[in-house]
């Protein structure tokens, strides 16, 4: 415990010894404003809630998310300094965890900056705050399934670049595989176990609910097995490669 | 004390480090010697428990590095090659990491950091972020974090590669300052360090141990171990090379290329020579310019058993 804590704070500090965190959590609050004002026509929609806010977000993690989990083991591979924490008696899950919890936790900074939109609300019109609550957690929490699988594909490679672009991938195929239009392309010739199989672990499906409000265990338990999965793919690749 | 028994490391079909065993005392100044790509550095992930062997073991003080490896870790201090850390932090932020992770908390972290930064003189840099230190500050940050929590056992992959002669000079100072019961194991492509901080050395080629004697021990298996270089004032080296090889304890005389001296080998096990050679020298009242018996080149040594034929 001691150990991943200590990972933790270390992880956690390095985002603020660049401008790393301050560009990410402007870009943040920026991208979501413009979304949920322009593009979500927030104003003219007439509702008090938060709607157009929490839908763009699967769009905005797309890329913001491996933005930030790129570098979390590529760069180590590529700078040697990852020879240095494994050789620290540690064990290989402090060091996984202690990255992937304070990423998520900059990540959740970033989302609790965008407070004045919640504000604006309130202002505006009477919204059900414990809806807008569950968004919150729902937003957070799907952006550590988007976070779990960067971690994995930084764990892959010493290349940033090439992290940041299979993640965008990866999280993209899971986000659309909930679409209308690829669950109509496999209809009819997959069965349709697998097709359910497809459409129940896409993100966005587990979102809808959730951005609407609704905070359903089984929302929650996808995520979180998300999380789990993508966090024990990274100790794989680490395992295979960390040494290479 | 570190057991290495049978280790193996392969890429692929390339095999790194083959079949190697050697055990280390408290006490030892290691040495890997070797040129590059022998498979030191490969060698020594393997002992800190980085990379993880393809087959055979390692134990440290009675821990194995698969099976005990935190524990293992616990007593080692590892310097990997080219001193990689997180550069993006102070000094001091660096090492208090370093400390806390090792278990190092409150007054004795503080204690520890002091006496690290004392040994390898970081005082003057410990508020700056270690990506604004020049390579030889970089390099003692490296070893500060190795010896934090006073290891048994230190690690460190050329530890002073890449550094200038002062600032080698302060390493291997450094490194004969350490406790005398302490295990250091240090790889290097360079001789003289051999000569300056080891008390035994392996040499290294193609993953094979291919030596693994004593600094003086290696001296001894050079070609020109013991040999007499002389120059006389004033006389044809031809003419003194036809008396010399009469000598009963020479085994033969060669010119050296560049300053026409006399490179003169005893026969193998004579110890008679340099008696013989003063004997000669004052009975023809030859005026000598230079006479030194040679200890040995060890770069000799060295080129005669990575270069492909056994010593
Ligand atoms: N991760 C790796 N993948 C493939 N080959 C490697 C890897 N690491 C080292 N090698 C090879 O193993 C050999 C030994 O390397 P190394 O131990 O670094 O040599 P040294 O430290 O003695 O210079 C080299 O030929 C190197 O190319
Ligand atoms: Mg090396």
Redesign the pocket.
């Known amino acids: 415990m001691k150990s991943l804590s200590t990972i933790i704070k270390r992880e956690f500090l390095s985002y603020f010894a660049t401008p790393l965190a301050f560009v990410f959590i402007l870009v943040f609050l920026v991208l979501s404003s413009a979304f949920t004002f322009y593009l979500g026509q927030f104003y003219e929609r007439g509702q008090a809630d938060l709607l157009p806010f929490f839908n763009f977000h699967p769009w905005l993690y797309l890329f913001l998310i491996p933005s930030v989990s790129m570098r979390l083991w590529s760069e180590e591979r590529k700078t040697g300094s990852i020879e240095l924490l494994l050789t620290l008696p540690i064990t290989l899950w402090d060091a996984i965890l202690g990255k992937f919890l304070a990423a998520w936790a900059l990540i959740g900074l970033a989302l609790a900056g965008t407070f004045p939109i919640w504000l604006t609300v309130n202002y505006l019109g009477q919204p059900d705050n414990g809806a807008i609550a569950a968004g919150y957690m729902g937003s957070w929490l799907m952006a550590g399934a988007f976070l779990a699988v960067g971690c994995c594909m930084s764990a892959l490679t010493k290349n940033q670049i090439i992290a940041f672009i299979l993640t965008g991938i990866t999280c993209l195929t899971l986000v659309l595989a909930g679409f209308p239009m690829v669950l109509n392309f496999f209809e009819g010739w997959v069965p349709s176990l697998i097709l359910d199989l497809i459409a129940g672990l896409s993100i966005i499906a587990h979102f809808i609910a959730i951005s609407k409000g609704v905070l359903a265990l089984t929302d929650v338990v996808y995520f979180v097995a998300m999380i789990l999965l993508w966090l024990y793919l990274t100790h794989l690749a680490l395992v295979a490669k960390a ?2 | 004390m570190i057991q290495v028994s049978h280790l193996v490391k392969r ?1 692929g079909s ?1 095999t ?1 480090v083959n079949d190697m065993s050697f055990e280390v005392e408290a006490g030892t100044v290691l040495g890997f010697l ?1 040129p ?8 020594m992930k393997m002992i800190t428990g980085f990379s993880r062997p393809t087959s055979g073991q390692v134990s440290v003080h009675g821990h194995d590095i698969v099976d005990d490896r935190q524990a293992a870790q616990a007593r080692l201090g590892y310097l990997p ?1 080219g001193a990689p850390c997180y550069e993006d932090m102070t000094v001091q932020g660096f090492l208090a990491f370093i400390a806390d992770i090792r278990g190092c908390r409150g007054g004795q972290r503080d204690r520890s950091i002091d006496r690290v930064t004392e040994t390898v003189s970081l005082r003057e840099v410990l508020g700056q972020r270690i990506e604004t230190l020049s390579k030889g500050y970089k390099r003692r940050v490296g070893l500060a974090q190795a010896l934090l929590h006073d290891p048994d056992v230190l690690i460190l992959d050329e530890p002073t590669d890449g550094l200038d002669p002062n600032q080698k000079h302060q390493v291997r100072e450094m490194i004969l300052n350490l406790s005398e019961q302490k295990i250091v194991i240090i ?1 290097t492509h360079i001789l003289e360090e051999v000569s300056a901080v080891c008390s035994r050395a392996l040499i ?1 080629n193609q993953g094979r141990i291919v030596l693994d004697d004593t600094p003086d021990g290696l001296r001894k298996r050079a070609k020109d171990h013991q040999a007499i270089r002389l120059r006389v004032m004033d006389v044809d080296p031809s003419q003194i090379l036809e008396v010399c090889e009469t000598l009963p304890s020479v085994d033969r005389v060669e010119i050296s290329g560049k300053d026409g001296d006399l490179l003169i080998f005893p026969k193998p096990g004579s110890v008679e020579l340099l008696a013989e050679l003063q004997q000669l020298l004052s009975a023809k009242a030859w005026q000598v310019a230079r006479l030194q018996q040679l200890e040995g080149q060890l770069d000799e040594v060295f080129r005669r058993v990575t270069m492909g034929d056994a010593p």
């Open positions: 040494a290479d | 890429f390339f790194a070797g590059n790509g022998a498979g030191k550095s490969t060698t090659e790889s290294i």
